[in-house]
């Protein structure tokens, strides 16, 4: 248990210590404790639902991860450049979930070190050095993904070499999203550069999750390996089960990409990432250069990656990833039928979702502002996205059961029906259950 000076205090050392660069969720600041499953316990030992983290993917502090992460501890832990058969077997394992073109991987601890290494790769197969993302795109932390992210804002510019997109959306997005990556093509080739990659999230994540139709990616795959370049899948939110349907989010189109970036849900909170890749790119790659991660599929990393996939597995979370997001998307649909004034579209597919709001982009991120913090005090967590982030993000740890959506769709329901996000968003009138709302930072 904490008091509310104690709270403060901790938050005047963290703002005096780590400096005013990293930022928090809520106008409040969560202080989690502990983490069961799908909740997250704060320090006053209130429960929260946790309809938002995809990086403890098999749910928070999983007894069999925490298991095999200490016991290889406690025994032995190296690198890659020792032989180690937990690594070997972690290696085949994670590849065969793929295409059969894609049967090698090289082992990083975050999905940034994995993007920034497909991006070495593709320069040196392709000699190339131009690369496409979409409008809204993350892509990691690093000097060169910085340049990749167009999210991270107007004060972080993007690279001469870098063409935006925007993701596909509606019927005939994949037509218009082929479209734009060829004139983006053009563009890099009329500036004198050589395209050498397509990057993108194969939800749209950060763009505000565009799942459909199946197929929308073809085309535009298609139009970069026309041009030379090759296409990088950045599974990093949206693998590991999350669709339901697949594996990897990218088989719902029918492509094998190139190459796969994968990254936090493989360790389920331990920092374990992945690139899988054709051989014969990473045969040429490995001919030019070398590369090595000294933490990078370590034996435990290895022993808790091995973990996970046995969970997803004997739990049949990719089972329930399909069902209950099955009923995610009818409930949030409902939802939206419910509440017309509010709500604009519902999008997405398994356990991975988006609610956009009404309103002008600005006008329904500050909307999306209030409905999280309002939602929170409720005891649910979840995020945002898009461009203006006017949309919640919805993508819960993969056992995230039925019971668990009925809580959070109640919450969601008498969130989107209260007057403060009414009168934010314009719109003619709500019901106040006599939640007031958050204070705006």
Request: contains cysteine.
């Amino acid at each position: 248990m904490t008091d509310q000076s104690s709270h403060a205090a901790l938050m005047a050392r963290r703002s005096r210590t780590l400096g005013p660069a990293y930022r928090h969720f809520y106008d409040a600041p969560l202080h989690p404790v502990r983490g069961q499953g799908v909740r997250l316990y704060d320090a006053e030992g209130r429960a929260y639902l946790d309809a938002y983290n995809n990086v403890p993917s098999v749910g928070h502090c999983h007894p069999r991860v925490v298991e095999a992460l200490a016991a290889q501890a406690a025994e032995l832990n190296t690198h890659t450049r020792y032989i180690h058969p937990r690594i070997v077997e972690y290696g085949e394992r994670l590849t065969a979930l793929f295409d059969p073109a894609l049967s090698q991987v090289m082992f990083t601890c975050t999905g940034s070190e994995a993007n920034d290494l497909a991006l070495r790769v593709v320069r040196a197969v392709t000699g190339g050095t131009g690369i496409i993302v979409t409008s809204n795109a993350y892509h990691g932390v690093t000097a060169d993904l910085a340049e990749l992210s167009p999210s991270l804002g107007a004060a972080n510019p993007l690279g001469a070499h870098v063409r935006t997109v925007a993701p596909p959306s509606g019927v005939d997005g994949g037509a218009s999203f082929a479209a734009e990556v060829r004139t983006a093509i053009a563009s890099l080739q009329a500036a004198g550069m050589r395209p050498a990659a397509l990057l993108f999230d194969t939800v749209f994540a950060s763009d505000g999750v565009y799942l459909d139709p199946p197929g929308c990616i073809a085309g535009a795959v298609a139009a970069i390996r026309e041009a030379g370049g090759l296409f990088i899948a950045d599974e990093v939110q949206a693998g590991l089960a999350r669709v339901g349907s697949h594996m990897w989010a990218y088989e719902r189109h029918g492509v094998v990409p190139d190459i796969v970036t994968l990254g936090k849900p493989l360790g389920a909170g331990h920092p374990l990432a992945a690139m899988v890749i054709r051989p014969d790119l990473l045969a040429e790659f490995g001919a030019k250069t070398r590369y090595f991660n000294t933490f990078g599929g370590n034996p435990v990393s290895a022993a808790v990656g091995l973990a996970v996939l046995d969970v997803i597995r004997d739990e049949g979370l990719q089972d329930n990833a399909a069902s209950v997001g099955r009923a995610l998307q009818d409930g949030l649909a409902t939802l939206a039928r419910r509440h017309p004034e509010v709500v604009a579209e519902v999008r997405g597919t398994g356990l991975y979702a988006a609610l956009e709001l009404r309103g002008a982009p600005g006008t329904a991120g500050q909307g999306i502002s209030w409905l999280l913090n309002d939602m929170r005090r409720r005891g649910v967590l979840l995020g945002s996205c898009g461009a203006q982030g006017q949309a919640l993000k919805i993508r819960p740890p993969l056992p995230f059961g039925k019971d668990d959506l009925a809580e959070l769709l109640a919450a969601l329901d008498e969130g989107l029906s209260q007057d403060g996000l009414y009168r934010i968003l314009g719109a003619d009138t709500g019901t106040d259950t006599g939640t007031a709302a958050p204070q705006r930072a």
